[in-house]
């Protein structure tokens, strides 16, 4: 049943990150002035190269490809998509004139608030209860999701409101999101099959299967780069109350 699920919560999901990801562009392009040419060349290629990793990642995935076990005379190719997904994404936000003037156009409330749908991470819960994830790993992933997602609203609203302690709210987002990131994909590998494993041997973990590999593979990039993006932009923030 959980599989059966996950066979249209991920496609679903896969699709609606990257178009938060688009909308948030869309509307830094709009509040820069983009003419609608400039808003044509912001948002296209992005969507096309969303669109071509989404394939990448489910080719790889359904060939077997993502779920091979990491041996010294095997690449870790799961870890492959996952950080060089999100050195491309965040690398062409830098190098793009376009789309780094659309984020940096892009209210800081947009940019953490993509973090919000990372509470739907309890359905590893529910992986673990159906016997199909290991708690090694579906533990700390949902409590880190769910507890992230929520700090995203608490800091989302206090953007909103212009509220005083609000940097420190969203600082507070980013740095936990990261770190999640850095504890889920280390239980990860570690209660998977390979000569990294310490936790859950013998057990099942469809981390690293399709759908579900869509979330390293292709969705925390996503969210890394919003991360990386909402702290730039804490960054410039403080530069321009030390200017004045």
Partial sequence: MFELFLTFFMPATALMIPA???AIFAIGGKTADFTYA???RLLIPPGVLFGLWYGGVTAAAQSGLLATPLTTGTLPYILLFLLGGSLMFWGYVQIVPLARKAINAADQALLTALQ???MAGGIFLIGWS???LPWQ???PAAIGDMIVGLLAVQATVAV???AENAARLVMRTNLLGILDFIIAVGTGVTSSAGMLQLFAKGQTNIISQYPLV???GFLIPIFLG???FSLAKLGQARQMQAAE
């Fill in 20 to 22: 938060m990801a688009l």
């Fill in 38 to 40: 400039e808003m044509l």
């Fill in 116 to 118: 919000i749908p990372r």
């Fill in 130 to 132: 159906a016997g199909l």
């Fill in 137 to 139: 790993f579906a533990f």
């Fill in 160 to 162: 909103v409101k212009n």
């Fill in 214 to 216: 869509l979330i390293p």
């Fill in 226 to 228: 919003f991360h990386l």
